[in-house]
């Protein structure tokens, strides 16, 4: 009898830890989406650091050292075949691909 008496409490006891931890997870925040401004922002300082000799503008090599998805899209981003990109170059490119991204995720109604 003792032995299921403290199988029952085991029990109860585990099914209560159970339930706090469920209603601490549901109640979690989820990480808020990185706006279009902190986006832009990081964009800015990660150029910063790959523009090897501060001219304002990224040729593939420096993307190459510190910005790949720029250097893998480098030709897509220059559109003009200058063989260089600009900031202004990269964040349009961004904005452009976060917005194709956005339509394909909505589907149309039938």
Known sequence: MN??????????VFALGS????????????????????VRARIGERFSAADADHNGKLTREE?????PM?????DQIDKSHKGFVTLDDVQTFARERAAARKAAKVTPAT
Do not use: E, S
């Open 3 to 12: 032995q299921r008496i403290r199988q029952g409490a085991l029990l109860a």
């Open 19 to 38: 339930a706090v931890a469920l209603a601490q997870t549901a109640a979690a925040p989820a990480a808020p989406a990185p706006d279009a401004q902190d």
């Open 63 to 67: 993307a190459a050292a510190k910005m």
């Open 70 to 74: 720029v250097a893998r899209n480098f």
